[in-house]
């Protein structure tokens, strides 16, 4: 009796493993699959000689254009469990390509057919793979396997030969391709500091903050332009305030939010803090 029959038709599909290999000059042309094999009664079928046959078609599931076709032996575990490296099969004489990596894949979607056949228990001369393949069905490739096509890809309008730049610079290149050493921006810039600002001459201001809230001060500070990075620096470690947030939302004045998390009043004075703005 034949060990796998028309009523099987489902297999117990455990992982497709798409897992990215170890990075180099051309990922490997392949990625594992692995499912689990079942007998006509629905039992795993543990320990047996597995055949695959798995298909790559173009455009559509159901009559997409074959791109890659390939067979594959393999042996289940004590759980059933078998795993295939797709594009490492034997190319059957159907396949118009010869690896993953002719698959055109800027030209999806593309979609995954598998067949399989358990070959029987005990050997038998009449039973043959190629006649005991059952269809299991059909589903779209997705980013994964779309990672090979990145070891096709190139690169251009890039100067080849590129040598060490000086310290402390850093490697830019343009819309043109021109390549460049270049100093960081945050290495010319200038910085204010302003220490020591008395919050208690801010008009309609409090530095009094109540308990459990938040107080915004807005202090002077000519020469600062709306988006200006800004920094509030404590001069030392309080426990019963802290710095919110700072910002330039207007020319010339510096905004910040004080944050008391105590249950009492807290006064935060001039002298506790500094600002400082990158210009």
């Known amino acids: 009796m034949k060990c796998i029959s028309t009523l099987v038709r489902n297999i117990l599909m455990v992982a497709f493993l798409l897992a990215a290999a170890v990075a180099q000059a051309q990922p490997p042309a392949g990625y594992s699959f692995q499912a689990v094999a079942k007998d006509p009664l629905g039992n795993v079928a ?3 000689t597995v055949y695959v046959k798995g298909a790559i078609f173009q455009t559509a599931a159901i009559g997409g254009t074959l791109m890659l076709e390939e067979t594959f032996q393999v042996q289940s575990n004590n759980d059933g469990v078998f795993t295939i490296i797709i594009g490492q099969g034997t190319k059957t004489q159907a396949s118009p390509l010869n690896s993953l990596a002719q698959v055109p894949w800027a030209n999806g979607p593309f979609f995954f057919n598998l067949k399989v056949a358990i070959a029987p228990t005990i050997p038998a001369s009449w039973w043959v793979a190629a006649d005991n393949y059952q269809d299991y069905g059909t589903t779209q490739l997705w980013s994964v396997p779309y990672a090979l096509y990145a070891g096709n890809a190139s690169v ?11 310290p402390n610079t850093f490697l830019v290149t343009d819309s043109l391709g021109n390549v460049n050493w270049r100093t960081p921006q945050a290495a010319q810039v200038n910085v204010t500091e302003v220490r020591n ?8 201001q409090s530095v009094n903050i109540q308990p459990n809230t938040t107080s915004v ?9 709306q988006g200006d990075p800004v920094l509030i620096s404590a001069q030392g470690d309080y426990i019963n ?11 010339d004045t510096v905004s910040v939010r004080f944050a008391n998390y105590t249950d009492a009043p807290v ?3 001039g002298s506790q803090y500094k600002v400082v703005v990158i210009k």
Do not use: E
């Open 46 to 48: 543990k320990n047996r």
């Open 156 to 166: 251009t309008n890039v100067n080849t030969s590129i040598q060490a730049g000086p």
């Open 197 to 204: 600002v008395n919050l208690s001459v801010i008009t309609g």
């Open 217 to 225: 001060v807005r202090i002077p500070m000519p020469g600062v332009k």
């Open 241 to 251: 305030w802290s710095v919110y947030n700072a910002w330039i939302g207007v020319n």
């Open 267 to 269: 006064t935060v004075f």
